[in-house]
């Protein structure tokens, strides 16, 4: 599968990547879920059949039934809102009952919410199902990228957690194929269809996760060695007792408890915590919020009714044609995640969005509301916008989730990642509530009818993100999950990070304070260097465990020039 893809498994690692790359693939598709929950929404918003049965007595302009602005910015955001609460509850929730387990919560919650939009006859009871749905995706947003980050081997993982971000987009591209196929509907089935849709991949989702391994740097975490094991060797398909499995579980094991002698793992520790979580914590909400700040949200929820209110003809169809760009251009992300690597991606993606909404706003403001330019600044607002759509589904769309999945340690990798994307989901929330009165194309009081000009704003963020990802984003390809701890621990700056080489074992690092292996000890790990290393009283227990390590190093050593490390 992988070899066909383009990319070809490394000779030197050993077993088999099949059954981690199906079941990443697999798991991958929960982001089917919030996709197609906000490509339904953004036609259902303009679909007759809706506004006649959802009006409340506010008329627009041709002095036919809608939905008034603050209704719309309700409906939109209140999933975003959900969302963010998911996100903060995805940690204690990941921690306690598993990464699988709690997966299959998420989809419960979203089917909840799913059945309270399809029962709904009012704005009310819409709006809670919106919410009650935004909680179970804001579950599954962090919990998918976290489940495959760590079950992944190290040469695909960027590529197996882009896969969520190309869910997404197919869950957006099939959800406006539904619109257009029942928008001219005169019955509440033109927007109930779209609706109920999203509950038959969510069950066939949550039946699959039920077959799924948990995660065995979970389990590691949790001091279930004998379970991890088993976890690793299905994903391996390796043997039990192989050496690779032995050695990457030690690893695994040694790095955790490593971690753990740096502090503890609470939720103020990821601020203050050691190696530098502060940093990466900033790193990982700075990430998430400027994804929603390059503006794509504003397309994705309103780009039905923004073409619309710009005179574009069909916009039903237009729509359906940004979603196959969108889909299309996040297999360019996949293809070059690994062999470009996340900065490179993420700063050209930014250079290139901000290019294509800075023209956008720059014509659109100096041609005005002249009518003999309509036709002009039309195709021009639709060629940039398929443009921009493309650079952000290739770069910032795939590898943002990438980046967040890796950058934290085991011990704090759930609470940082449910941190950082609440505050995604807190900016969707923002951006999908205050979109109606920023881009209003009417003068009614209360918006700022700014229209194509808004790009201006989305335009100067992703200047500001390019700036952000060369100071703050360290490069992650193509090293495992402990050896990004290293990374942190011996590299100042992230502009250094690609010259980074890995060269400590967490297991010599836990025993003795520091890895033969590696550059010296600093004072800080001598003083963790632990004291019964000089004790007589456990000198026994050394010799001991020295000569189990020698047996195991024979062991290993038989296997050559094997990468034991995923």
Not at 137 to 146: I, R
Not at 266 to 281: A, N
Not at 461 to 489: N, P
Not at 508 to 518: A, L, N, T, V
Request: contains cysteine.
């Amino acid at each position: 599968m992988a070899i066909a893809m383009g990319w070809h498994k490394p000779d030197n690692v050993a077993g088999s990547s099949a059954p981690a790359i199906m079941v990443g693939l697999f798991v991958a598709t929960g982001g089917l879920l919030f996709g197609y929950d906000t490509g339904s929404i953004n036609g259902i918003l303009a679909m007759e059949a809706f506004r006649n049965d959802f009006s409340i007595g506010f008329r627009n302009e041709a002095g036919e039934p809608d939905i008034p602005p603050n209704q719309v910015s309700l409906v939109v955001a209140m999933l975003s809102a959900g969302t963010a609460v998911g996100a903060l509850c995805s940690a204690p929730v990941a921690d306690f009952y598993g990464r699988r387990l709690s997966l299959i919560l998420g989809i419960v919650i979203f089917c909840i919410g799913a059945v309270f939009q399809v029962s709904a006859t009012n704005i009310p009871l819409l709006v809670v199902g919106r919410t009650v749905a935004g909680i179970g995706v804001g579950l599954v947003s962090v919990l998918v990228p976290l489940y495959q980050s760590e079950m992944a081997p190290k040469w695909i993982r960027g590529t197996l957690v882009c896969a969520y971000q190309l869910s997404i987009t197919t869950g957006l591209l099939l959800a406006s194929i539904v619109n257009i196929l029942t928008y001219q509907m005169k019955s509440a089935a033109a927007y109930r269809i779209p609706m109920g849709l999203q509950l038959t991949w969510a069950v066939v989702l949550a039946l699959g996760i039920l077959m799924l391994p948990e995660t065995p740097r979970y389990l590691i975490k949790r001091g279930y060695k004998e379970a991890a094991a088993l976890s690793l060797s299905r994903l391996r398909r390796l043997d039990i007792t192989h050496p690779a499995i032995i050695e990457e579980l030690s690893e695994i094991e040694a790095n955790h408890d490593y971690e753990m002698r740096l502090g503890p793992d609470k939720y103020k520790d990821i601020l203050f915590g050691e190696p530098h979580l502060g940093r990466r914590t900033l790193t990982g909400c700075g990430l998430q919020m400027l994804q929603q700040l390059t503006g794509v949200n504003f397309i994705m929820y309103y780009g039905t009714t923004f073409f619309a209110g710009a005179n574009v003809d069909n916009p039903y169809l237009i729509s359906v044609i940004m979603q196959v760009i969108n889909t299309l251009s996040t297999l360019p992300g996949l293809v070059v995640v690994e062999s470009w690597g996340r900065r490179r991606l993420l700063i050209v993606g930014a250079i290139g969005m901000a290019l294509c909404q800075l023209l956008i706003a720059s014509f659109a403001t100096a041609t005005g509301d002249n009518a003999s330019n309509a036709q002009t600044q039309n195709y021009l607002l639709l060629v940039f916008v398929a443009v921009y759509i493309f650079f952000f589904a290739a770069s910032w769309g795939p590898v943002v989730w990438v980046v967040t999945s890796e950058i934290y340690p085991l011990k704090v990798r759930a609470k940082s990642m449910s941190v950082s994307t609440a505050s995604n989901w807190l900016l969707n929330f923002g951006i999908a509530y205050s979109t109606p009165y920023m881009v209003g194309t009417t003068n009614k009081t209360g918006t700022a009818n700014l229209g194509s000009k808004i790009f201006f704003v989305w335009g100067a963020f992703c200047i500001v993100a390019v700036v952000f990802v060369w100071c703050m984003v360290y490069e992650t390809s193509k090293i495992s999950l402990e050896q990004i701890d290293e990374m942190y621990e011996r590299v100042d700056y992230a502009w250094n990070s690609r010259r980074f080489e890995p060269s400590w074992s967490f297991q010599q690092m836990r025993d003795f304070g520091f890895s033969e292996s590696g550059i010296p000890p600093t004072e800080q790990q001598l003083e963790l260097q632990p004291s019964r290393a000089s004790s007589a009283s456990t000198s026994q227990t050394d010799t001991t465990s020295a000569a189990t390590s020698s047996n195991d190093d024979k062991l290993i050593s038989s296997m050559g020039h094997v990468d034991l490390s995923y």
